[in-house]
């Protein structure tokens, strides 16, 4: 747990050392009255108690004001998967190592200062990292594979020196919030007659009933099986409590074991802040410079992979770490335990103040044994679109392949980005899908074109040419009080017969004087069977994510758009500049190269298949399509107060959780991870530690602070001479 310094600081305990070659075996007590002395300092310095400390009542230790429930009315025993919680399911918890953020990789005296055993050290301070990264680099070179980068290795470190002061905040969350009050609860302790040691974090011997709280949504596999065989001896009702949902893997292995399970919903908030981030993931939904991202989504990204190899290499890392920290089960979220391909920009709040925006990101999960990489990749593509929004004006949000406008593909500006790209793209794609929906070799192009009728001048088949593009439907938002939450943001395939647009010589000059009553007929054949299929593919098949993820930023824009005018905001330098040079496309591409796959496509066709006509008897090879992508509308559908209370009732809750870690939706399927990109608050800076690992220097006068830690210490050394103790005490390593 977190202790407040004499500066009003959240600090973490830390485990010390005793050097028995000074204190010797009988120095052992004048040692622990040395650390007293220390500890008044301005850092707390403690020590971990053992595995068998004697348990503790909740109601002392956590301060539980909550009358308890009967047993019939705890959760776990009543009816019930869940305790609704409210905007205030928060809990603190202290970890030093935030301050290690942009740590630059160490020095060859760095290294040799730090060693390779971190135990000499603080959890969470520098050398116990520089120890830490320093036994790795050991081990990798035994098995002769390439360890991570430093970076990469450093943001999988400090999250999980957090884990142990993580999990007891949230024991405190949960004792507080469940009522476990009264004499006969007590945390950290054992069940009667277990039979093997195994320590939950609440047991109540009268009811029955012990607690085991998990801050995340992961569980203990060797934990799970002392659990199983404790249960059967003492007939136990022992029950997992979730701080997140569950994975999928731990509800089974929960149902599989007996155990019962509950959600207590809440996120942890690190009290210790360090300074913003510093690599490609600052940039995201940052208008400058001056306002890095931080928060839970840049966080993430940075412990993430960018492909298969080292997204494995750093699952590695980051089980060993937990390990090692002690509290495997309360770590965060895995790194690449959602599927990034999902990826999608869901919500943007005005800071208030001008100076840029909060945001959130959901994404779909991934089951436990895959793991995802690219995640900065694409959430790099939402960050650049929405700035391409912001810069270019709406008439530019337009592309177009028509084989007799070669010259009117993409706007010029829109072009060189890679929002220019997915929409060309996608209008390709869209084209070939509806035209492939026509074979005739398959049912339902077989049905198309035997509906479809003959004009006058046509002898071998059925003509049809249409023209197919893809607009915005109205999203579905609810904009209050300068948050916008995108529920929905709908596409739309549209559709309208052509005649006289048809390239004469094409083939199918025929078709430009059809009747009206046979082009109306053959294009209401074509909107009834195929048009379905196209509408419904670009919004939920993958082939098409990339474009419903830069719409979504295109409706975050358009808000912050219309919310800037008349005001000055950290984009009002960027709306309607015209200047998109600095989000340029990620990936080389080329608007003829496009156009040429779109010609070879119209000339060739996307199929050759012979098929006996109704009419004719005659094969078919082709069908004509022209149209485009059209973005430069987005419009919105506000949400009422009542509407969105239905709709998405904890959705606030859940997002401005998601700013300080992942959070999973209440379908159990999403994640969501928030951001904020704004100036920064002055961030905390580490404190000084001089060589040979003595206090931080932390700028707090320490006279007075010297003066009882001597009178302690003469104290100490006093009955050191006098008091022999009569068992060996031990004080815990990590």
């Known amino acids: 747990m977190g202790a407040f310094d004499g500066e009003g600081n959240h600090g973490m305990r830390k485990p010390w050392k005793v050097d028995r070659a000074v204190f010797g075996r009988r120095g052992r007590f004048a040692a622990a009255m040395l650390a007293v002395a220390v500890g008044m300092g301005p850092v707390l310095v403690g020590w971990s108690p053992p595995a068998s400390a004697a348990p503790r009542n909740c109601q ?20 019930g998967l869940e305790t609704p919680t409210g905007d205030d399911a928060f809990y603190d918890y202290a970890n030093e190592a935030e301050l290690l953020r942009n740590l630059p990789l160490p020095t060859p005296d760095e290294l ?10 603080p959890v969470g301070s520098k050398n116990h990292a520089l120890a830490t990264w320093q036994a790795y680099l050991k081990r990798k070179a035994g098995e002769g594979k390439p360890p991570l980068s430093w970076d990469r290795w450093r943001n999988q470190y400090i999250p999980n020196q957090g884990n142990a002061a993580r999990g007891a905040a949230y024991e405190g969350f949960g004792a507080k919030t469940i009522g476990l009050s009264g004499p006969d609860w007590f945390c950290q302790a054992e069940i009667p007659g277990a039979g093997e040691t195994r320590v939950y974090d609440a047991v109540n011997d009268k009811q029955k009933i012990a607690y085991e709280f998990k801050s995340g949504s992961g569980i203990d596999n060797a934990q799970l099986a002392k659990d199983r065989r404790i249960a059967a001896r003492t007939g136990y009702r022992i029950v997992y409590v ?12 929960l149902n599989d074991a007996g155990m019962g399970l509950h959600k207590l919903k809440s996120t942890g908030r690190p009290t210790t802040i360090g300074p913003p981030v510093q690599g490609p993931q600052s940039s995201l939904l940052s208008p400058n410079g001056q306002a890095p991202s931080r928060g839970a989504l840049p966080e993430y990204l940075g412990r993430a992979g960018s492909n298969a190899a080292e ?27 959602v599927d990034f391909t999902t990826m999608e920009l869901r919500y943007v709040q ?18 436990d044994d895959r793991v995802s990489a690219g995640g900065l990749q694409v959430a790099q593509l939402s960050s650049d679109a929405f700035f391409t929004w912001l810069a270019l004006p709406a008439s530019a949000f337009w592309v177009n392949l028509n084989p007799s ?33 026509t074979n005739p070799s398959t049912p339902l192009g077989s049905r198309f074109w035997d509906s479809l009728q003959q004009g006058p001048k046509q002898k071998l088949l059925p003509c049809f040419a249409v023209r197919n593009w893809i607009v915005p439907s109205p999203a579905t938002v609810r904009e209050n009080d300068g948050q916008l939450f995108i529920l929905d943001a709908p596409l739309k395939v549209m559709s309208a017969p052509i005649g006289g647009e048809i390239p004469v010589g094409s083939g199918f000059d025929a078709c430009r004087d059809d009747p009206p009553e046979i082009i109306q007929h053959n294009q209401e054949v074509f909107q009834s069977l195929i048009l379905p299929k196209v509408d419904e593919a670009v919004n939920k098949a993958p082939e098409f994510e990339d474009l419903r993820r ?7 824009a358009e808000w912050i758009r219309q919310r800037s005018v008349g005001r000055t905001t950290a984009f009002s330098n960027i709306i309607g500049s015209g200047n998109v040079t600095r989000w340029p496309a990620r990936v080389a591409w080329d608007r003829k190269e496009v156009f040429g796959r779109y010609l070879k496509s119209v000339n060739e066709g996307e199929y050759h298949t012979e098929h006996t006509f109704l009419q004719t008897g005659s094969p078919v090879s082709v069908i004509v399509s022209f149209g485009g992508v059209d973005f430069s509308s987005s419009p919105r559908d506000n949400l009422s107060p009542a509407a969105f209370k239905a ?7 859940t997002i401005a959780s998601s700013q300080f870690a992942d959070r999973q939706d209440r379908d159990g399927l999403h994640t969501w991870f928030g951001g904020e990109a704004a100036p920064p608050r002055q961030p905390a800076q580490p404190p000084v530690q001089p060589p040979g690992g003595g206090l931080p220097v932390t700028g707090t006068s320490v006279g007075p602070i010297v003066i009882i830690g001597l009178l302690l210490l003469a104290a100490g050394v006093v009955l050191l001479l006098v008091w022999r103790p009569r068992k060996r005490s031990t004080v815990s390593r990590h």
């Not at 009358?67 to 009543?78: D, S, T, Y």
């Not at 309360?330 to 335990?337: E, K, T």
């Open 60 to 79: 002392e230790v956590f301060g539980v004001t909550k009358p308890a429930p009967p047993r019939e009315q705890l959760p776990g025993v009543a009816d």
């Open 311 to 337: 997204a494995a290499e750093i699952a590695a890392v980051d089980e060993e770490l937990a390990q090692r920290s002690g509290r495997p089960d309360q770590r965060l979220r895995r790194p690449g335990g």
């Open 405 to 437: 406008q070669p010259d009117q593909i993409i706007d010029d500006k829109l072009g060189t980005t890679d929002a220019g790209r997915i929409l060309l793209e996608a209008d390709l794609t869209m084209k070939k899908l509806a035209a492939n929906l």
């Open 242 to 253: 979730f701080g997140q949902e569950p994975s999928a893997s731990s509800v089974r292995k």
């Open 647 to 653: 709709a998405a009732p904890s959705l606030p809750v």
């Open 350 to 367: 005005d800071t208030g103040d001008g100076s840029g925006l909060q945001y959130s990101f959901n994404t779909q999960d991934l089951p």
């Open 550 to 556: 830069v719409y979504l930023s295109r409706v975050a």
């Open 112 to 121: 040799t200062e730090a060693g390779a055993d971190s135990s000499k050290w």
